[in-house]
């Protein structure tokens, strides 16, 4: 069983919708939680963290945790072509970062 | 904006040669790393630092070898490079105090 969950996708949405990206982890002590987005042949890029059980909202992208379900979310209000990317999860869980595989998100103008 | 260095961004190298590839930061993190990440893959851990002459292996060590002589400098070697170790390399870091990692622009390895 993978550390990070995700789906790999594709996932479409039109511009303007919400885009809902979902991650399933399997360490119940993990710690920290992140998004990062990752152009086609460019590195991760920080999106958001999140610490604690609820919701963190920071602009367009709310991240939320519920670390009962050992789940956390992405959701990006008002999608625009540029956030067309694939969106890594990653845990902190001790000293060590687990990264999902990503889900890509096409936003269809 | 993370400021933390990557060269070369792009190598084509044959089979048996010996590089290393470099990664700086000027942050001062104490805490650097190594990625291996194919296409759709997941980034998977090859070595990691705490600080100056304290280096780990990931889950990949991939036949490489890390050193840490100075804080901002982390550079990987393969001793012999195959084209198994085909893929992109990322370094990152981040400081004790906080749980967030930056990266570098990425090597993109090419073995033939």
């Known amino acids: 069983q993978k550390e990070v969950e995700q789906n790999s996708g594709p996932l479409s949405v039109p511009e303007g919708a919400i885009a809902s990206l979902n991650c399933t982890y399997s360490d119940r002590g993990s710690q920290s939680f992140f998004w990062y987005r990752q152009y086609s042949g460019k590195s991760p890029e920080l999106i958001m963290f999140i610490y604690s059980n609820g919701d963190k909202e920071d602009g367009r992208f709310t991240a939320q945790l519920n670390k009962a379900s050992q789940y956390v979310s992405l959701l990006i209000r008002d999608s625009q072509p540029s956030d067309s990317a694939t969106y890594l999860c990653a845990v902190k869980a001790g000293n060590q970062f687990y990264f999902g595989t990503g889900t890509s998100l096409t936003v269809i103008p | 904006e993370a400021d933390i260095y990557q060269t070369p961004r792009y190598l084509v190298i044959g089979t048996g040669k010996k590089i290393t590839l470099e990664c700086s930061q000027t942050m001062g993190h104490d805490k650097m790393y190594w990625y291996q990440q194919d296409p759709g893959m997941e980034l998977h851990l090859i070595h990691y630092?705490?600080?100056?002459?304290?280096?780990e292996k990931g889950d990949l060590s991939s036949e490489s070898t890390v050193s840490r002589i100075r804080t901002e400098h982390f550079p990987l070697t393969l001793e012999s490079a195959r084209p198994s170790h085909t893929s992109q390399y990322l370094c990152?870091?981040?400081?004790?105090?906080?749980?967030?990692?930056?990266f570098g622009a990425g090597t993109r390895l090419s073995v033939l």
């Open positions: 990152a870091s981040r400081s004790g105090a906080e749980n967030i990692q930056y």
């Open positions: 630092s705490y600080g100056v002459n304290s280096t």
